[in-house]
């Protein structure tokens, strides 16, 4: 079992910068794929970006060149650094966690087992 609680979520204006994060109850740094994802109202939960234990990444089309994502595995913590926010990144982003996961050629997973509660996330226009 993995409890995972995200913080760091607010309101921005287009254009600024948020740093998400969500720290883990238990050390991840071996075998899992932890992940980003968003949900607006209406509309499936998406992929935003996701990192294995070898550092590997996968990125959706909408937040690469924008969003980051990193751990810090001492802190048992995960990160999204989103930059040039835009209206359309609004939405509940959540952190997931898959043990025994790796990222093959950078294609988004969407088999997790352990997600957070979410933090919002609002830009305006």
């Known amino acids: 079992q993995v409890q995972l609680v995200e913080s760091g979520g607010g309101s921005v204006q287009a254009g600024g910068s948020l740093r998400l994060s969500c720290a883990a109850s238990?050390?991840?740094?071996?075998?899992?794929?932890m992940a980003w994802f968003r949900q607006t109202p209406g509309k499936e939960r998406e992929g935003v970006a996701q990192?294995?234990?070898?550092?590997?990444?996968a990125y959706a089309d909408s937040a690469k060149g924008r969003f980051t994502v990193s751990k810090d595995n001492a802190k048992k913590t995960l990160y999204l650094q989103m930059n040039s926010l835009k209206p359309e990144d609004s939405g509940r982003y959540y952190c997931?966690?898959?043990?025994?996961?790796?990222?093959?050629?950078?294609?988004?997973?969407?088999?997790?087992?352990?997600w957070g509660q979410g933090t919002q996330v609002t830009v305006s226009s």
């Open positions: 990192i294995d234990s070898d550092g590997n990444t």
């Open positions: 238990k050390d991840t740094s071996n075998n899992y794929c």
């Open positions: 997931a966690a898959e043990p025994w996961c790796q990222l093959l050629l950078s294609v988004l997973r969407d088999d997790f087992t352990y």
